[in-house]
């Protein structure tokens, strides 16, 4: 289960070519109750390619402002100056006391059961802050969906101490961390540190788990979807150990390619075991390109490839598929509005950010600051 039929490098089908002459600005979205059946009509490209359509019309600041994020005290925190937070939801940092001192590139994020922060990795400049934040905001789980190094690239400072024994840890700012434990499970590439947090104005402590996830590749996506859904297992067992209450705390390298990829999964697998507790005998309707489309209001270019779109569907299918969702048959009829029409949601108006950062691969940006 989960293996991938990627689309990089495939014979497009006739369905495909046909769709690369449409209009995506007359696209017109319908909720879907069968993924597998959208993925075989190669929908989710179609949904991408109009998500992107309508961030590239409707411009840079469709929702909300960046200026915090331009002003010349906080340029340089940018590790791509084309994914900086929107000023309505960015995270300030506590206890600032001159200007652009509450900065840092990161933005939270609306969830389901969950609430997120999507951060870039953190460079080593912006390393005390990033602690900083996870203190403030009292995060318990933190993921990384990147290496340091990638194809001789650098796409995030080693925030983070891997030694155990005989290490006294390591310092930023006011926090200290030490690391506690660290495991590493090569069959699902995922390393899991604990770390003991300290601040030392008060020596409160506090514990921090630390995934990353290994399995990613620079250029696409895994290769099946079980690594991402047994990590999204783990994350919410260690939070209904710990009963944190923090955001989860998810970043890669920018902060918006992967990274929405993986709350979008979460999102989606979080809202379908909902439904199958309260409504187990009723089809269950899949938003994705909603989903999509109000991660991107809060962070631009969240989901940033249509490969990461259509690796979407492909783990919330396998998902639904391991918690036994059947969709219904092909004589069952949706749910129609009092005139009698199947309920649809047009996207004409829809409001979205610039596409700018559609032409900033996480691997090939050339704006990325060397560290």
């Known amino acids: ?213 290994l399995g990613w590749p620079d250029h696409g996506v895994p290769e099946n979807t079980a690594g991402i859904r047994g990590l999204i297992q783990s994350i919410e067992e260690q939070i209904a150990e710990s009963h944190s209450t923090g955001p989860i705390l998810v970043h890669c390298s920018a902060g918006i390619g992967r990274t929405g990829t993986f709350m979008t999964i979460h999102i989606h697998i979080q809202q379908l075991r909902k439904h199958m507790q309260s409504s187990p005998d009723q089809p269950f309707q899949f938003e994705i390109y909603n989903t999509v489309k109000e991660l991107r209001k809060q962070r631009t270019g969240m989901v940033q490839q249509p490969e990461q779109y259509r690796f979407c569907y492909e783990a919330i299918l396998d998902e639904s598929k391991k918690l036994g969702y059947v969709p219904p048959d092909k004589n069952w009829k949706a749910p129609t509005t009092a005139a009698g029409e199947e309920q649809v949601a047009n996207t004409n108006t829809s409001n979205s950010p610039s596409s700018s950062v559609a032409a900033l691969s996480e691997a090939d940006s050339t704006t990325e600051k060397t560290t």
Request: glycine share 6%; hydrophobic share 25%; proline share 4%.
């Open 1 to 213: 289960m989960g293996a991938r039929n990627s689309k990089r490098g495939a014979t497009e089908s006739p369905t495909a070519q046909k769709k690369k002459f449409q209009s995506p600005g007359s696209y017109e979205f319908k909720p879907t109750y069968n993924l597998k059946k959208n993925l075989d009509r190669d929908i989710p490209e179609e949904e991408f390619k109009a998500i992107e359509w309508h961030d590239t019309i409707n411009g840079a600041l469709s929702y909300g402002t960046t200026e915090e994020a331009f002003k010349d005290s906080n340029k340089a925190k940018n590790r791509y100056q084309v994914v900086v937070p929107y000023d309505h939801c960015r995270v300030k940092l506590q206890s600032a006391d001159t200007e652009g001192s509450d900065y840092i590139n990161a933005s939270y994020i609306k969830g389901e059961d969950n609430s997120y922060i999507a951060a870039q990795g953190p460079l080593p400049e912006t390393t005390a802050d990033f602690w900083k934040m996870v203190w403030d905001d009292d995060v318990s789980v933190l993921l990384m969906l990147t290496k340091t190094n990638e194809n001789g690239r650098k796409k995030c400072h080693q925030y983070y101490p891997e030694k155990e024994d005989g290490d006294d840890g390591i310092e930023y700012g006011d926090i200290k961390i030490e690391l506690a434990s660290m495991h590493e499970d090569s069959k699902a590439a995922v390393i899991t540190r604990k770390y003991t947090l300290t601040h030392k104005p008060t020596s409160a402590k506090r514990t921090v788990v630390h995934y990353q996830y």
